[in-house]
């Protein structure tokens, strides 16, 4: 069941439960809550709970979520009762694949503690961005037309002294064309290849041959070039974080495998499509 439909099945009805005296002065994970037929629910419960929920639900007051999450958790601690034996195969694969999850989270943040500093991500970013070549900005102009001949005839008015910008207006199909073709600044990669292969090759103020698209025959302008500037360190940080942390847990996962004693199946010995039958894990 997932979490939005339990919090909306069991989140809304009211109880009236004894009181103890479960408070303490210092409240922790540990703190009880409750005590459901002798099942405690704790402070930890509670708030691991809240942090399941999806975003919408968090949105609400404390009182009304604390209220709810506590009637979710007594009444799923009652029908959990009504369960009897050991947990089902489905139930007991889960809690292990869980576990099996949060113990290798807990190990990759500590990996991330330990191994990512703020001088490797300050010297990343030096690296990465300020000692580095990031290429070039260009700003550039273009004319689209359907045909090649038409293309051909608007270069040959243009090289005899057209304005650009007049011309653009004029014929361009493309949404550029009332602004004179202006497209502004943009890094390689922005525009379709063939566009961006030959602006790569121009030089500032030069006009192209005509160039084909998807989108039909472009005469090219550029117009001004500029080094790309580096990206102000809060924007890049975290994606650096990431890259090293990254970096440092291959290296721990490629050392715990070579001194693991790993054995499995063979591949040609095991049929992949028992991965889609539940029926292996239903009782």
């Known amino acids: 069941m997932s979490n939005r439909i339990k919090f909306a099945a069991f989140g809304m009805a009211a109880f009236t439960l004894g009181t103890q005296g479960f408070a303490q002065e210092a409240p922790n994970a540990s703190t009880v809550i409750a005590s459901v037929n002798g099942h405690e629910i704790t402070l930890g419960h509670m708030i691991l709970l809240r942090d399941d929920l999806p975003d919408q639900y968090k949105q609400y007051p404390d009182d009304i979520l604390f209220q709810a999450l506590f009637n979710q958790a007594v009444e799923q601690t009652l029908l959990a009762e009504t369960v009897d034996g050991e947990p089902s195969a489905r139930v007991k694969y889960s809690i292990e694949n869980t576990e099996r999850d949060l113990r290798s989270g807990l190990a990759v943040e500590r990996i991330f503690d330990e191994q990512v500093t703020d001088q490797d991500v300050q010297a990343a970013y030096q690296s990465t961005y300020l000692d580095a070549d990031l290429g070039l900005e260009y700003n550039a102009s273009h004319i689209l037309v359907e045909t090649e001949d038409a293309a051909i005839s608007l270069l040959q008015e243009l090289q005899a002294g057209q304005d ?120």
């Open 164 to 283: 650009f910008a007049e011309a653009a207006q004029e014929h361009s199909t493309g949404p550029s064309g009332p602004n004179g073709g202006s497209l502004g600044w943009f890094v390689r990669g922005s525009m379709v290849p063939a566009f961006d292969e030959t602006v790569a090759t121009m030089d500032v103020g030069e006009l192209s041959e005509p160039v084909q698209t998807q989108f039909g025959w472009h005469l090219i302008k550029l117009n001004e070039t500029r080094p790309v500037e580096a990206p102000a360190y809060d924007l890049v940080s975290e994606e650096l974080i990431e890259q090293i942390g990254t970096a440092a847990l291959t290296v721990v996962i490629d050392d715990l495998k070579a001194k693991a004693d790993i054995v499995r199946i063979a591949p040609e010995d095991f049929d992949v499509s028992l991965l889609g039958d539940l029926s292996l894990i239903e009782d």
